[in-house]
């Protein structure tokens, strides 16, 4: 494919220094998925892509592209920066998992459809102060589709009950088990509170999703759940996770 000049919605998430001058940056992008720009010059004086650069900034950005290895960063328009995701520590660390998280779900170049809507609604709603442990529990949970595993939330996986009575979460079978059938599988033993929790970020749409009060106890247990889930399902160690929770150590 001939390169090309091509508009991109999206955000600036990492950049490093590139030669003498220049800016390699990894973009999530609403038409091309993650990708990867060279910034030409961005570090020198006066240059007019210096602020093109800078980390957890969004806007539409014209790129140079033949749609695999690296695309050319050509112009950026309207430009602005998530300023709390890109000064707070700890905003800054959650969000950078989310989009690690979500960059090792999928290859370079492979637009992520609806994916893209809820990173980038969940990265707003942490950036204007909003709880970043449920939010990204949230995506945890909705992004498991995208790596192969779907867990069922929606019912029993043994049968059709939805709601009713207490439910736990079972690995083994791959999803939540009403009371009727907890002798069915082994299972996680949670408190029903806290699969009713994890059922409600697996399954509600982020935009129809209030601000909740979850209170610090119910989410440490939810996390480590869906710490569990993807341990014993996913091969994944991501070292902004392993960041993150040495900082949730450190606050205690």
Not at 62 to 77: E, F
Not at 161 to 166: A, H, L, N
Not at 207 to 222: F, P, V, W
């Amino acid at each position: 494919m001939a390169r090309q000049l091509q508009d991109v919605h999206g955000l600036i998430f990492h950049h490093q220094r590139f030669h003498e001058a220049d800016v390699l940056a990894q973009m999530l992008t609403k038409e091309l998925g993650f990708l990867t720009v060279i910034i030409h010059g961005a570090l020198k004086q006066n240059s007019r892509l210096a602020g093109a650069s800078v980390n957890f900034s969004t806007g539409t950005y014209i790129i140079m592209t033949s749609g695999h290895g690296l695309s050319t960063l050509r112009n950026v328009k309207n430009s602005r920066q998530l300023e709390h995701l890109f000064s707070d520590l700890t905003a800054n660390a959650y969000a950078s998992y989310l989009l690690d998280l979500t960059r090792h779900a999928f290859t370079e170049y492979e637009p992520i459809g609806a994916y893209y809507q809820l990173v980038m609604a969940v990265l707003r709603r942490i950036d204007q102060g909003e709880d970043p442990e449920l939010l990204t529990q949230l995506v945890q949970l909705q992004l498991l589709p995208a790596y192969g595993v779907g867990p069922q939330f929606a019912h029993c996986v043994y049968g059709p009950e939805s709601r009713g009575c207490p439910f736990d979460y079972s690995i083994q079978a791959g999803g939540v088990v009403c009371q009727r059938h907890f002798t069915r599988c082994s299972r996680m033993h949670l408190p029903p509170a806290a699969t009713a929790l994890m059922r409600t970020l697996a399954l509600v749409p982020i935009q129809q999703l209030g601000q909740m009060q979850i209170k610090a106890a119910s989410k440490q247990i939810t996390r480590k759940a869906i710490d569990r889930i993807y341990g014993e399902t996913l091969d994944l160690d991501l070292k902004s996770k392993r960041f993150l929770d040495e900082l949730r150590l450190s606050e205690f």
